[in-house]
């Protein structure tokens, strides 16, 4: 790979269509059988039946459903953060009050998202977080995520790692897109783990 990393985001972008492809395939029973098997096996984690915050995120088309989580926590007394995308693909932060806080806002020629109604908290406030569960298209053996290549994960990462803060890293992800090796630049960071319908699976930390 180069210097400038281009080779790695050829690669990333091609693969970022297959994984959309295959999602693209999925039906709305296929969408609600995996949303409900991924909350429970989420729920097992020991992180998150001790977080106090969890900052996660509303899944929207064919993405892993999280909602059925983000009530259980809820439920739980857990404090759930949700992002709110930026102009500059920043992310800023909103308490979850349940699905009826919801709201749905359209960016640009984006998708539009689902993001938390009422007070903004700042982009800083995941720095509080115990979880930090995160989108994505795959991951592999070593813990390298890909995302959807907006950068705006990256900036949470990069956030984080200032503050010195050091939450569990999650990602959710059906079980196809956990993969052996997908391409990765120096500022790309692991994380912890994986949550699919069927497992989780653990990652060293570097």
């Known amino acids: ?3 400038s990393g281009r080779p790695a985001e050829t690669d990333k972008r091609r693969l970022r269509r297959e994984f959309i492809s295959v999602r693209s395939r999925l039906t709305a029973d296929d969408l609600r059988e995996t949303a409900t098997e991924l909350a429970g096996r989420a729920l097992e984690l020991p992180e998150l039946a001790h977080a106090r915050v969890v900052a996660a995120y509303v899944s929207v088309g064919s993405e892993p459903g999280t909602l ?3 009530d ?3 439920a739980r007394g857990v404090r759930v953060l949700l992002p709110a ?5 920043d992310l800023d932060w909103g308490t979850y009050f349940g699905q009826d806080s919801l709201v749905r806002v359209q960016h640009g020629g984006k998708m539009a998202l ?3 109604g009422g007070e903004r908290l700042g982009p800083d406030a995941v720095t509080g977080a115990d979880v930090v569960l995160l989108p994505g ?3 592999d053996a070593r813990g390298m995520r890909l995302g959807r290549g907006g950068g705006s994960y990256d900036r949470v990462l990069a956030r984080l ?3 010195q ?3 569990a890293l999650v990602v959710l992800l059906y079980d196809s897109e956990v993969v052996e090796r997908v391409p990765a630049e120096p500022h790309d960071r692991p994380v912890n783990a994986v949550v699919t319908p069927s497992r989780v699976r653990r990652f060293q930390a570097s």
């Not at 995308?85 to 693909?89: R, S």
């Open 161 to 163: 790692e200032r503050a």
């Open 114 to 116: 689902f993001e938390p």
């Open 165 to 167: 803060a050091r939450p």
């Open 137 to 139: 298209l795959a991951v």
């Open 1 to 3: 790979m180069t210097h």
């Open 68 to 70: 059925a989580l983000l």
């Open 85 to 89: 995308l930026l102009p500059d693909n």
């Open 72 to 74: 259980a926590l809820r």
